[in-house]
């Protein structure tokens, strides 16, 4: 709903003066004899972005009626609640009054002005409270990533020949600790870079992306057949040879981050598909989230070369180069292999076009991590007893992981991939991806109504399906409901709608019809996020967003 500024400053013109004068006397009687104070309607506000939500709770047994709001003369009864969406600018006085089967309020007028902020400060804490957790989240992810870099190829036989190269210098621990600062330094900046470069949200839309999503699928699956030795992508030599001699012919600290920014060169082969994956799942979470993500890459990274120059001894026990660097390639070479499909299968359930179902899906996994394990495997007998072991370490895992997977070709949740796989059908409940029809059908059968907003690619999406929507006792409550399942990432064309009841545009996809929905007459744009409705279209509880406990989402139902 949308009320202009104009029609606020005209709205308590439009009521007759007989209307006024007996609503009062029909509200004031039943008041005079009871001779109490009732509030059957709690008004509250909610602050997002540059618009603002109003919502009205009722009591049970109590209805309310708007008398005046914007241009509209009402006469409007709600008894459950009342939900609306403004920009602030249009913000204006509403005039309604309760009533139940014995008496009536007086008529009132609220303004948003009027409502104690205390709840939106909880709010506001809590959503600083999840984006603190996302952003560890995302730097103990980058800790990981520079971990498994230092172990490839293009890293693990630099680190001895540089930091022998400080201690012949004579600089030795200082310039190898700054030389590890030179490395954080360059990540965090490209961290940074990509932050000022795209913003958060532009980052969010480029994850989500079908097209982009395509990009990234071909791009891990080449890096992937690099690391199986079919090809090697480096940045061109000139780059490093020319870095490398500028860095000798400078002195201090210069000379030492560009010593750091030739490893970046050099290093790239191996580096960039794990900096790649990192900043797309970084993607979207806050605005830090790149520059947290690889501030730990770089921190880790960056570790063994201030380690050895700290203790050079370690040196002579650390593990040489050699035919292990190219297993540990071909580990990574399935890994990235496994993780592109991710965003083939976003790509794939966002235009339709079914090239990759869920079944297809798990037996490419299996056939991965079935590899790792056969491939370690393959000639265990022929490597040292330390490597036997570090090998089993692996190999366990691979191959219990691949036949976890199995029975999920025959359509068991196996719930650990279900932040990459795409959904599972969930049985028992008839679903609809139409909001009208959805609506039109509650209507019909007077059923209450959940709306799913949701994305084909939202991780947490996935995780909610699997561990919530899934679970036997809230499939059983949710056969009380109409359930509409929207996807605000769908591609497909869908002329015939209209995309926003706002302005009467013309959509250009069915995700925009449903981003609309949600942010309209919702007031949200992240998901997933669940709605309950009436038959009416009336919200009967507020709105519920991310969980995996089935018992809080079964206490959230009504019905």
Request: proline share 4%.
């Given at each position: 709903m949308?009320?202009?500024?104009?029609?606020?400053t005209?709205a308590l013109?439009k009521?007759t003066?007989m209307?006024?004068i007996?609503?009062?006397?029909l509200?004031f009687?039943p008041?005079?004899?009871a001779a109490?104070m009732?509030?059957?309607v709690?008004w509250?506000?909610e602050?997002?972005?540059?618009?603002?939500r109003l919502?009205?709770a009722i009591?049970?047994?109590?209805?309310?009626?708007?008398i005046?709001?914007?241009e509209?003369?009402?006469?409007?009864?709600?008894t459950?609640s009342?939900v609306?969406?403004?920009?602030?600018?249009d913000?204006?006085p509403?005039r309604?009054?309760?009533c139940?089967d014995?008496?009536c309020?007086?008529p009132?007028?609220?303004s948003?002005?009027?409502?104690?902020?205390?709840a939106?400060r909880v709010?506001n804490?809590?959503q600083?409270?999840?984006?603190?957790?996302?952003?560890?989240?995302?730097f103990?992810l980058g800790?990981?990533?520079g971990?498994l870099a230092?172990?490839t190829p293009?890293?693990w036989?630099?680190?001895?020949?540089?930091v022998?190269?400080?201690l012949?210098?004579g600089?030795?621990l200082?310039?190898?600790?700054?030389?590890g600062?030179?490395?954080?330094?360059?990540?965090?900046?490209?961290?940074?870079?990509v932050t000022?470069l795209f913003?958060a949200?532009?980052?969010?839309?480029?994850?989500?992306?079908?097209i982009?999503n395509?990009i990234f699928?071909?791009?891990?699956?080449?890096f992937a057949?690099s690391f199986?030795?079919?090809f090697?992508i480096t940045?061109?030599?000139?780059w490093?040879?020319?870095l490398?001699?500028k860095?000798r012919s400078?002195?201090g600290?210069?000379?030492?981050?560009l010593?750091?920014?030739?490893?970046?060169i050099v290093?790239f082969s191996?580096t960039?598909?794990?900096?790649g994956t990192?900043?797309?799942?970084?993607?979207g979470?806050?605005?830090?989230?790149?520059?947290?993500?690889?501030l730990g890459f770089?921190?880790?990274?960056?570790?063994?070369?201030?380690?050895?120059?700290?203790f050079?001894?370690?040196l002579?026990?650390?593990?040489?180069?050699g035919d292990?660097m190219t297993?540990f390639?071909v580990?990574?070479a399935?890994l990235?292999?496994a993780l592109?499909l991710?965003f083939l299968?976003v790509?794939?359930?966002?235009?339709?076009?079914g090239?990759?179902?869920r079944?297809l899906f798990?037996?490419i996994?299996?056939?991965?991590?079935?590899?790792i394990?056969?491939?370690l495997?393959?000639d265990?007998?022929?490597?040292?007893?330390?490597r036997?072991?570090?090998?089993?370490i692996v190999?366990?895992?691979?191959?219990?992981f691949?036949?976890y997977?199995?029975p999920?070709?025959?359509?068991?949740?196996v719930?650990?991939?279900s932040?990459?796989?795409?959904?599972?059908s969930?049985s028992?409940?008839?679903v609809?991806?139409?909001?009208?029809?959805g609506?039109?059908?509650?209507?019909?059968e007077?059923?209450?109504?959940i709306?799913?907003?949701?994305?084909?690619?939202?991780?947490?999406c996935?995780k909610?399906?699997?561990?919530v929507?899934?679970d036997?006792s809230?499939?059983?409550r949710?056969?009380?409901y109409v359930?509409?399942?929207l996807f605000?990432?769908d591609?497909?064309?869908?002329?015939?709608?209209?995309?926003?009841?706002k302005s009467?545009?013309?959509?250009?996809s069915i995700?925009?019809i449903?981003?609309?929905i949600q942010?309209?007459q919702?007031g949200?744009?992240?998901q997933?996020?669940?709605?309950?409705l009436?038959p009416?279209g009336?919200?009967i509880a507020?709105?519920?967003?991310f969980?995996?406990?089935p018992?809080?989402?079964?206490n959230w139902l009504?019905y």
């Amino acid at each position: 709903m949308h009320i202009s500024k104009k029609s606020c400053t005209f709205a308590l013109a439009k009521v007759t003066h007989m209307k006024r004068i007996l609503t009062i006397l029909l509200a004031f009687l039943p008041l005079m004899v009871a001779a109490q104070m009732v509030q059957p309607v709690k008004w509250s506000g909610e602050d997002i972005g540059d618009s603002v939500r109003l919502k009205a709770a009722i009591d049970k047994g109590w209805h309310m009626t708007i008398i005046e709001f914007g241009e509209r003369e009402y006469e409007q009864e709600f008894t459950d609640s009342f939900v609306v969406t403004l920009a602030k600018t249009d913000l204006c006085p509403i005039r309604f009054n309760a009533c139940d089967d014995k008496m009536c309020t007086a008529p009132e007028v609220w303004s948003f002005e009027s409502i104690d902020r205390s709840a939106d400060r909880v709010q506001n804490t809590d959503q600083i409270t999840n984006e603190g957790r996302s952003l560890w989240v995302i730097f103990l992810l980058g800790l990981l990533g520079g971990l498994l870099a230092i172990f490839t190829p293009c890293v693990w036989p630099i680190i001895p020949m540089t930091v022998s190269f400080f201690l012949k210098k004579g600089g030795g621990l200082r310039d190898a600790v700054l030389y590890g600062l030179s490395i954080v330094i360059l990540y965090v900046g490209l961290g940074l870079l990509v932050t000022v470069l795209f913003g958060a949200s532009a980052l969010n839309d480029l994850s989500t992306n079908a097209i982009v999503n395509i990009i990234f699928f071909l791009i891990l699956v080449i890096f992937a057949l690099s690391f199986f030795g079919l090809f090697e992508i480096t940045l061109p030599d000139s780059w490093s040879t020319a870095l490398d001699s500028k860095a000798r012919s400078t002195g201090g600290f210069l000379s030492i981050l560009l010593m750091a920014f030739t490893l970046v060169i050099v290093s790239f082969s191996c580096t960039g598909p794990i900096i790649g994956t990192l900043l797309v799942e970084a993607a979207g979470r806050s605005l830090l989230a790149p520059t947290i993500g690889m501030l730990g890459f770089a921190i880790a990274l960056a570790l063994p070369f201030s380690l050895f120059a700290m203790f050079p001894q370690w040196l002579k026990q650390a593990p040489k180069s050699g035919d292990w660097m190219t297993s540990f390639k071909v580990v990574l070479a399935f890994l990235e292999l496994a993780l592109s499909l991710k965003f083939l299968s976003v790509a794939d359930m966002a235009y339709g076009w079914g090239i990759l179902p869920r079944w297809l899906f798990i037996a490419i996994w299996i056939v991965c991590f079935l590899g790792i394990g056969i491939y370690l495997l393959w000639d265990i007998w022929s490597v040292s007893t330390p490597r036997k072991i570090i090998r089993a370490i692996v190999i366990i895992p691979s191959l219990a992981f691949a036949f976890y997977l199995v029975p999920g070709l025959r359509g068991a949740p196996v719930k650990a991939i279900s932040a990459f796989a795409p959904p599972m059908s969930i049985s028992g409940r008839e679903v609809f991806n139409d909001y009208e029809e959805g609506m039109a059908f509650a209507r019909q059968e007077n059923k209450p109504v959940i709306i799913d907003f949701t994305g084909y690619g939202c991780v947490n999406c996935r995780k909610m399906e699997a561990y919530v929507l899934d679970d036997d006792s809230v499939k059983a409550r949710l056969q009380n409901y109409v359930f509409i399942e929207l996807f605000v990432d769908d591609k497909r064309s869908h002329e015939s709608k209209v995309v926003s009841r706002k302005s009467k545009d013309k959509g250009q996809s069915i995700g925009d019809i449903n981003s609309a929905i949600q942010r309209e007459q919702f007031g949200s744009n992240a998901q997933p996020f669940f709605v309950q409705l009436d038959p009416q279209g009336n919200q009967i509880a507020e709105p519920i967003a991310f969980t995996t406990d089935p018992t809080e989402f079964i206490n959230w139902l009504k019905y």
